[in-house]
């Protein structure tokens, strides 16, 4: 059973940096596309960062310039370092894995991690 695990959540001041973690299984991870998404108070879920498994990344308007994913295949874990971070950052961000075996897509989440910015 593919299984992931955030990591890393806490409390951060504005203007700080903080790094998440997304620890993914090793028999999917090299041929997953993998995206952070979080979700504030009231809202709904929005994709923040997104990596396919090639490694070409994309950005939420909101965090370009600011976010930054990367991956580590010989771990599989795909991180995002925040910098830059405002109150409005506020979420519980989630870790997305995607990818297609025995010809049919799978999509999996982790259970969330919270990460407030504090003014």
């Known amino acids: 059973q593919v299984q992931l695990e955030e990591s890393g959540g806490g409390l951060v001041q504005a203007g700080g940096s903080h790094r998440l973690s997304c620890a993914a299984s090793a028999s999917t991870f090299s041929i997953s596309a993998i995206g952070w998404y979080r979700q504030a108070p009231g809202k709904a879920r929005e994709l923040v960062a997104f990596?396919?498994?090639?490694?070409?990344?994309n950005y939420a308007d909101s965090v370009k310039g600011r976010f930054t994913i990367s991956r580590d295949n010989a771990k599989n874990t795909v991180y995002l370092q925040m910098n830059s971070l405002k109150p409005e950052d506020t979420a519980v961000y989630y870790c997305?894995?995607?990818?297609?075996?025995?010809?049919?897509?799978?999509?999996?989440w982790g259970q969330g991690t919270q990460v407030t910015v504090s003014s």
């Open positions: 990596s396919t498994k090639e490694g070409a990344t």
């Open positions: 997305n894995q995607a990818y297609y075996i025995d010809s049919k897509w799978h999509d999996d």
